[in-house]
């Protein structure tokens, strides 16, 4: 990092450390605590919001599921569900549930019962016949058992639906066939095959039980969906109090937690989105809030008052910036162009840039290499010598002297950590110049992408991404969603189908997360080695840094936090 750039990021941080109040002597008042977050949600329902941090947070702590999954142990456990039972075949699962779990009491609903069978219905009903349709609003179409009308649907769902988990949503309804209630605590799920993936697809965040008398209160209201989604209830340790889209979510204590009545032990939650860093590091330093996401590491470890009284967690997610390159347009059709270009780019010098300290160079065709120990030959590194050695060959092949002048489309710059788009185009001219390739540079909004996207007026489009090291396959199978009849679905940046590369991850997309697949992840990068759709430049896994003062944070395998056991330890 160059000195005029790491001052951009210390001089604030150092000012604020001397500015703010005595460390050691801060106080929580009403025994709250505030997590700071650079992620938004456009509705606060779980079933309807992006998957994020966000999200994932409310998901754990206002509401509750089926069963959840625990990484410590390794397997399934109860939730709402006290057990469950699987027939001989694997397509039948019974649940009794917990007939003292109740809803939060609000300003805005008093249940009149607890939760039973119509709740869970109601719950999975409406997430498998979710549509975003129309933006911001939750629709209930009937279900078709059309398979041609299915396959349009779902055509329609991975060009349309971006940050909601569509996939998930897809797989649940092809799973199951039919949900019938028993009596009022048993609830049985038939499914269409013995799939492997059903408890993992119940655990999800997703997956939250909702409240059937609550959505049929709202029948008269013609904002009732809106309202279902954002003055939400469920059954979990935090209930809302209030929010303010782009600002805050503030919770408090359920004080009828079914669950253990000695939890949750904060009295009060508030979600505080604060997309800048800076202002984050702010609030943290100034214990405005007590954990925050995405820090500054490097100005952390300069500062050892910093370094006494916080601590980090990394989550299991990744951002990653990716180079798409547009596999059905000339030159890029020709592999080995595609080749040349993966040994193009300095990827170690983008990583400083984009994620400084934090960042790792993606030096594999996905970087899950740390989880899955991928085959140490799938790797494009840094290598001057051998691009040009693909281009010669592309130059003899084409019988030409030249190549001609690509179009690179820049998504333009956003809130997070040091991502530049103009500085990213500077660094893509000079590297792609060593090589003697010209081209031209467009920075554009995500949305300016996406509508042009069917005009094919790029050669390679910037983007950055999330991964999660978990779920892997979710993002390869969005990046490279194809219809039928083998056309690119929006999300498809590349335009590259690839029938056997589709097969390949929807074989494992859902495998359970305690299997070893080594070998079918080594298998998915070869075919990406040999075709090269997309190049991997860097990413940074999503961290977060918290008071010492803070005892049993949980950490979520999807991002988040569970907060039902948060306390601050007692001052001696």
């Known amino acids: 990092m160059r000195i005029k750039e790491l001052l951009y990021v210390l001089v604030p941080v150092l000012m604020l450390c001397l500015q703010s109040c005595n460390l050691d002597n801060v106080s929580r008042s009403q025994n709250g605590l505030v997590f700071c977050v650079n992620a938004n ?14 999200s994932a947070t409310i998901a754990k702590n206002v509401f509750n599921r089926l069963i959840a999954y625990n990484s410590e142990k390794n397997q399934f456990v109860s939730e709402i569900a006290t057990s469950w039972h699987i027939s001989e075949n694997r397509k039948t699962y019974t649940f009794k549930l917990n007939p003292r779990v109740t809803f939060h009491t609000t300003k805005w609903f008093t249940p009149t019962r607890n939760l039973n069978a119509d709740d869970v219905i109601f719950s999975f009903q409406r997430l ?3 549509s975003r349709n129309q933006p911001r609003t939750v629709r209930h179409p009937a279900r078709s058992d059309s398979d041609e009308e299915l396959e ?50 119940l655990a999800s965040p997703n997956s939250v039980i909702l409240s059937k008398e609550y959505f049929d209160s709202l029948a008269s209201d013609p904002l009732r969906e809106e309202l ?90 990744t951002e990653s910036t990716v180079f798409y390159l547009n596999t059905a347009r000339n030159p890029l ?37 740390v989880k899955y120990q991928l085959n140490s030959s799938f790797v494009f590194s840094y290598n001057v010598a051998n691009a040009q050695n693909f281009i010669e060959r592309y130059k003899r092949a084409h019988n030409v002297t030249t190549v001609p002048t690509l179009t690179i489309w820049i998504e333009q710059s956003n809130s997070k950590l040091g991502y530049n788009s103009a500085r990213i185009g500077q660094l893509i001219k000079r590297d792609l110049k060593k090589i003697g390739i010209q081209c031209n540079i467009i920075e554009m909004s995500e949305k300016s992408i996406k509508n042009l996207l069917p005009y ?61 697949l080594s070998e079918e992840y080594n298998r998915i990068q070869e075919l990406l ?34 907060f039902s056991e948060t306390k601050f330890r007692e001052v001696e």
């Not at 949600?41 to 966000?54: A, F, H, I, K, R």
Request: neutral net charge; hydrophobic residues 35%; contains cysteine.
């Open 152 to 201: 349009t649907e779902e055509q329609a769902l991975i060009e349309e639906i971006d940050n909601v988990n569509y996939k998930y949503l897809l797989q649940l309804r092809k799973v199951v066939k039919k949900i019938k209630k028993i009596d009022n605590n048993t609830v049985s799920f038939t499914l269409t095959n013995n799939s492997a993936n059903f408890l993992s697809l």
């Open 128 to 130: 498998m016949n979710y």
């Open 333 to 369: 059709k020709n592999i080995e162009l595609r080749r040349a270009l993966a040994f193009a780019f300095n990827k170690d010098l983008y990583r400083r840039v984009i994620y400084g300290d934090t960042g790792e160079p993606a030096n594999d065709l996905f970087p899950f290499s």
């Open 529 to 562: 080695l040999l075709s090269v759709p997309f190049i991997p430049i860097a990413y940074n896994s999503d961290t977060f840094i918290y008071n010492k003062d803070i005892t049993t944070l949980k950490s979520l395998l999807v991002n988040g936090f569970d």
């Open 228 to 317: 279902f989604a954002n003055n939400i209830i469920g059954t979990g340790p935090f209930q809302l109090v209030s929010h303010k889209y782009n600002d805050y979510i503030k919770l408090r204590r359920n004080p009828n937690y079914w669950q253990d009545p000695t939890k949750p032990y904060l009295d009060r939650l508030v979600i505080d989105i604060t997309p800048n860093q800076a202002k984050r590091m702010n609030k943290i330093l100034t214990d405005e809030c007590q954990i925050a996401s995405q820090p500054s590491k490097t100005a952390m470890d300069l500062h050892q008052k910093i370094q006494d009284n916080f601590d980090y967690i990394e989550s299991q997610n």
């Open 456 to 516: 094919q007026g790029y050669d390679i489009i910037v983007a950055q991404q999330p991964f999660s090291r978990l779920l892997p396959l979710y993002r390869l199978y969005h990046n490279f969603a194809c219809n039928s009849r083998n056309k690119p679905a929006r999300s498809n940046y590349s335009s590259y189908c690839s029938q056997e590369l589709s097969e390949a991850i929807s074989n494992i997309q859902y495998a359970p997360l305690e299997l070893d």
């Open 41 to 54: 949600v456009s509705l606060l329902d779980p079933q309807s919001s992006e998957v994020n941090v966000t």
